[in-house]
């Protein structure tokens, strides 16, 4: 993910990672692995018979909303004291959920938000108190819990 590029020398953090997947249980577990066992046995067969096996999965999902949820855990050292945190994201429609994080983004914008001249990533100009906020009111789910 390139909004991830140098954020850890910009936040002093040793361990930084992250994972996305998921497109359904059958495409995940069934198709792609068994994408990779073919691929080791004969490319051009893996390519045949996996092509349409993803195609029909994804055809036969045609009109579902994908659901997103993004978890956050991170620990730290805040003011001398360790600190755990897990933040949860969460939305019944993906697409609508990217377009929320934009208009939250916006709202900064065009609001008091003061920015210099250039090319910026989202997670590294915005207040995220008031991202956060904002995102709630238009529907997603937030929640944050100190662990």
Not at 9 to 18: H, I, P
Not at 86 to 111: M, P
Request: proline share 1%; net charge positive; aromatic share 8%.
């Amino acid at each position: 993910m390139k909004e991830m590029y140098g954020l850890e020398k910009e936040l002093g953090l040793r361990d930084a990672g992250a994972y996305a997947g998921g497109f359904s249980f059958y495409i995940d577990n069934v198709a792609f692995s068994l994408a990779m066992i073919l691929g080791k046995i004969h490319v051009k067969l893996a390519q045949w018979v996996c092509s349409r096996l993803l195609f029909h999965a994804v055809k036969n999902r045609l009109g579902e909303k994908p659901k997103v949820e993004m978890i956050l855990k991170a620990k730290g050292v805040k003011d001398g004291t360790e600190k755990i945190v897990e933040i949860i994201l969460s939305s019944d429609d993906g697409f609508e959920l990217t377009a929320i994080a934009v208009v939250a983004l916006l709202n900064q914008y065009f609001g008091k938000l003061t920015i210099k001249p250039g090319v910026h990533i989202m997670g590294q100009m915005v207040e995220e108190k008031t991202l956060f906020q904002d995102i709630e009111k238009m529907g997603a789910s937030l929640q944050i819990k100190s662990l």
